[in-house]
């Protein structure tokens, strides 16, 4: 590093022109008089005592009385200190912009477009590992492997996972081993993107990446996170073939999905069977927490009700209502964002049934 290079550095570490031209010219010099010093370091004969002065008041330099005014460089231990700490803030502040502009913060936004398709992977992860109700998630094999800590984290949790994992052309193997980290997996054979729905409430998005585009979006929103999950319902996970179903076949049977309730308990009510169930929700217009436990007493969905085999998801896709008859009254469930019924349902766990002898069809949901 040249001389210059060097003044310009020091004057990034707060050093001005002058003080920066002197203290390096005393570095080369050892010791000098003042008027050596600014004939050497082209400071103004003028200035060069309040440029020794401000240097010395920043201990890197010590002047003292010859036959005139006098200086020489201190041992550089507050110069360096001093270089080295605004080297680790520049570092720490350059670390900062970097994470401001990947990831905005999604304490301040509902809504985030990032990126790098780490920074929503990341996301994903730690949301993943915090969930309480339900996990859906469309990822490479690869991808799958890089979450099953956290996925084995919220399945510990009680949370439902179902995990869409997808090859490109259907060609690459998938993990085999999914016990303790997913309730049920699918195998899509198309390229598909990134996604994870967690507790309903957020949504890790990236194109797949054949895309010519790399982005992510980042999501915090009931509403919009309702969305995405009618697209994985659809897409990414209805038509494609179970490879893993780790549900239970007996009661208590958990639902975090009311349509996938009523699909599996459907034929089974309508042979007469008693189910009886417990709800945990929130009170519509209040949104106050609420648990009820009684009997399904009638199912509504749109179309011809259906017992002769699964109900197609488009009878599903508007309202669909549950009815149970519990101690102190009966009460309308609906699902996610229910707007009529008494109670929009969270978890539906199926403690029992009376009638019929055969198991519900499907099991827990995923």
Same mark, same amino acid.
């Given at each position: 590093?040249?001389?210059?290079?060097? !003044?310009?550095?020091?004057?990034?570490?707060? #050093?001005?022109?002058?003080?920066?031209?002197?203290?390096?010219?005393? #570095?080369?010099?050892?010791?000098?008089?003042?008027?050596? #010093?600014?004939?050497?370091?082209?400071?103004?004969?003028?200035?060069?005592?309040?440029?020794?002065?401000? #240097?010395?008041?920043?201990?890197?330099?010590?002047?003292?009385?010859?036959?005139?005014?006098?200086?020489?460089?201190?041992?550089?231990?507050?110069?360096?200190?001093?270089?080295?700490?605004?080297?680790?803030?520049?570092?720490?502040?350059?670390?900062?912009?970097?994470?401001?502009?990947?990831?905005?913060?999604?304490?301040?936004?509902?809504?985030?477009?990032?990126?790098?398709?780490?920074?929503?992977?990341?996301?994903?992860?730690?949301?993943?590992?915090?969930?309480?109700?339900?996990?859906?998630?469309?990822?490479?094999?690869?991808?799958?492997?890089?979450?099953?800590?956290?996925?084995?984290?919220?399945?510990?949790?009680?949370?439902?996972?179902?995990?869409?994992?997808?090859?490109?052309?259907?060609?690459?193997?998938?993990?085999?081993?999914?016990?303790?980290?997913?309730?049920?997996?699918?195998?899509?054979?198309?390229?598909?993107?990134?996604?994870?729905?967690?507790?309903?409430?957020?949504? !890790?998005?990236?194109?797949?990446?054949?895309?010519?585009?790399?982005?992510?979006?980042?999501?915090?929103?009931?509403?919009?996170?309702?969305?995405?999950?009618?697209?994985?319902?659809?897409?990414?996970?209805?038509?494609?073939?179970?490879?893993?179903?780790?549900?239970?076949?007996?009661?208590?049977?958990?639902?975090?999905?009311?349509?996938?309730?009523?699909?599996?308990?459907?034929?089974?009510?309508?042979?007469?069977?008693?189910?009886?169930?417990?709800?945990?929700?929130?009170?519509?217009?209040?949104?106050?927490?609420?648990?009820?436990?009684?009997?399904?007493?009638?199912?509504?969905?749109?179309?011809?009700?259906?017992?002769?085999?699964?109900?197609?998801?488009?009878?599903?896709?508007?309202?669909?209502?549950?009815?149970?008859?519990?101690?102190?009254?009966?009460?309308?469930?609906?699902?996610?964002?229910?707007?009529?019924?008494?109670?929009?349902?969270?978890?539906?766990?199926?403690?029992?049934?009376?009638?019929?002898?055969?198991?519900?069809?499907?099991?827990?949901?995923?």
């Amino acid at each position: 590093m040249d001389t210059s290079e060097l !003044c310009r550095v020091l004057r990034d570490a707060g #050093l001005s022109k002058y003080q920066s031209q002197a203290y390096t010219a005393l #570095l080369r010099l050892g010791t000098a008089s003042a008027t050596e #010093l600014a004939d050497e370091s082209g400071v103004p004969a003028a200035r060069i005592y309040d440029v020794l002065r401000d #240097l010395e008041e920043k201990g890197y330099v010590e002047t003292y009385d010859g036959d005139t005014l006098r200086a020489r460089a201190s041992e550089p231990d507050t110069a360096l200190s001093d270089l080295r700490r605004r080297s680790e803030e520049l570092s720490e502040a350059a670390d900062e912009i970097e994470t401001r502009w990947e990831a905005p913060s999604l304490e301040h936004h509902r809504v985030d477009i990032v990126t790098r398709f780490d920074t929503v992977f990341e996301h994903a992860r730690e949301a993943i590992a915090e969930a309480q109700t339900e996990v859906q998630v469309a990822v490479t094999p690869e991808g799958f492997d890089g979450l099953r800590e956290s996925l084995a984290t919220a399945h510990d949790n009680g949370a439902i996972v179902k995990a869409s994992i997808h090859t490109a052309d259907g060609n690459g193997d998938i993990p085999t081993e999914y016990e303790g980290v997913a309730t049920e997996v699918r195998h899509r054979t198309l390229p598909t993107p990134f996604v994870a729905i967690v507790d309903r409430t957020t949504t !890790c998005f990236a194109p797949h990446r054949r895309s010519v585009n790399e982005y992510g979006v980042l999501v915090r929103d009931f509403s919009l996170t309702y969305v995405f999950r009618w697209y994985f319902d659809t897409s990414l996970w209805e038509v494609w073939d179970v490879v893993y179903d780790g549900r239970p076949e007996d009661p208590p049977l958990a639902y975090a999905n009311l349509r996938r309730f009523v699909r599996d308990i459907e034929p089974l009510f309508a042979e007469g069977a008693d189910v009886h169930v417990t709800v945990e929700g929130s009170e519509i217009g209040s949104g106050d927490p609420v648990t009820v436990s009684g009997t399904v007493t009638d199912v509504v969905y749109a179309g011809e009700p259906r017992s002769d085999g699964e109900i197609p998801i488009g009878q599903l896709a508007g309202q669909v209502t549950v009815e149970v008859s519990a101690a102190d009254r009966r009460w309308t469930v609906g699902g996610w964002g229910a707007v009529v019924e008494d109670v929009e349902a969270r978890r539906i766990t199926v403690t029992g049934y009376d009638g019929p002898e055969e198991a519900i069809p499907g099991g827990v949901d995923v």
